[in-house]
């Protein structure tokens, strides 16, 4: 395997207290045959500085300063500049396992799949590695549902993807912030001749960055994030019923998420009254078909039935979980 070049595409913005922990996991990765796509998306700290110290210390790393166009562009301008057989997309406050590329590539090459991606993670709040490992080869249909329900990380990273294929297919980050991962990691599964599926834990998921979108509630995001999954409906290929149900689910799931979020920002009577109703209507008038026709277990669905039938005391009880669960976590 060591002539297979693999690609590791960063987008970077604002990541300079954890940039330099993301950059060493991947200098010391086991499997050495990598270029490193590092996109400076017009970042105002020290970031583009880190970068360009790398690439002076590892001829693997590459560098682009851009102007700031946000996350997607910056990975679309990484990807193009790819030439990799296999690509990964990482977040600029992760960081990897140091067998993350080897772990990922064995599991293509060995099931001579077109992507492999793993069901579990770390975080900086479960540090506890998978006891049993097995290797798994999914159907596209059945890897594109498991990503949307999701079954497994919701995000592009903990993936490797056979580059010729996106590339064949145009896919892309070329959609709203927020839910764009999801898009992509579908599409990519949709298009891939299967999946292979490994469970033991590679990618280290930053749960404490306080400037990120999962601790910086942005109505917005929710909103993106609700089109983006609407927007996956449009996007199945062929009919499959195990694919409509998890989007159905999904969408269920998102008009939560939305509501959450004003209620977080308290904007319910202000800013966003119109989405908060068209939430509360969404959520009743989708609970029993999500009950029914979701492919979840019944004390999953116990606790959907739940939360469908008070939406607001569940998102209320869920940001003070949440809060309580950042003020505790404090893994560098």
Not at 77 to 106: F, N
Not at 132 to 153: C, L, R
Not at 206 to 229: E, F, P
Request: hydrophobic share 40%.
């Amino acid at each position: 395997m060591n002539d297979i070049k693999v690609s590791i595409v960063v987008a970077i913005y604002k990541s300079e207290p954890f940039l330099r922990k993301l950059l060493e996991s991947i200098v010391i990765q086991t499997y050495k045959n990598i270029e490193v796509i590092l996109v400076d998306d017009g970042s105002p700290d020290g970031s583009g500085r880190i970068c360009d110290e790398y690439k002076e210390k590892d001829n693997r790393f590459f560098v682009i300063h851009k102007e700031n166009g946000g996350a997607c562009e910056a990975r679309n301008i990484g990807m193009q500049a790819s030439s990799g057989e296999y690509i990964t997309i990482i977040d600029g406050d992760d960081w990897l396992e140091p067998d993350y590329i080897e772990y990922l590539l064995y599991l293509v090459e060995e099931t001579h799949s077109d992507m492999a991606m793993t069901d579990r993670i770390f975080t900086t709040r479960d540090r506890k590695q998978t006891q049993k490992d097995s290797i798994e080869v999914w159907t596209s249909e059945k890897a594109a549902g498991s990503i949307i329900y999701p079954f497994i990380p919701i995000g592009p990273w903990n993936k490797l993807y056979r580059l010729k294929v996106l590339r064949d297919n145009n896919i892309s980050f070329s959609v709203p912030w927020s839910g764009e991962g999801l898009y992509f990691s579908f599409m990519a599964a949709q298009y891939s001749n299967q999946v292979a599926v490994g469970h033991k834990k590679i990618y280290n998921y930053r749960m404490n960055n306080i400037g990120s979108g999962l601790t910086n509630y942005n109505v917005q995001m929710g909103i993106n994030a609700l089109w983006n999954i609407k927007n996956i409906g449009n996007n199945i290929r062929g009919e499959s019923r195990y694919i409509s149900n998890a989007v159905q689910w999904h969408i269920w799931k998102n008009y939560n998420f939305l509501l959450f979020l004003i209620i977080a920002t308290n904007t319910q009577s202000t800013q966003y009254i119109t989405e908060y109703m068209d939430c509360l209507r969404e959520i009743r008038k989708r609970l029993f078909g999500v009950l029914l026709k979701s492919d979840m277990g019944p004390r999953t669905k116990l606790k959907l039935l739940f939360q469908g039938l008070f939406p607001v005391a569940y998102a209320k009880h869920k940001l003070k979980v949440d809060i309580k669960a950042l003020q505790k976590d404090d893994m560098e």
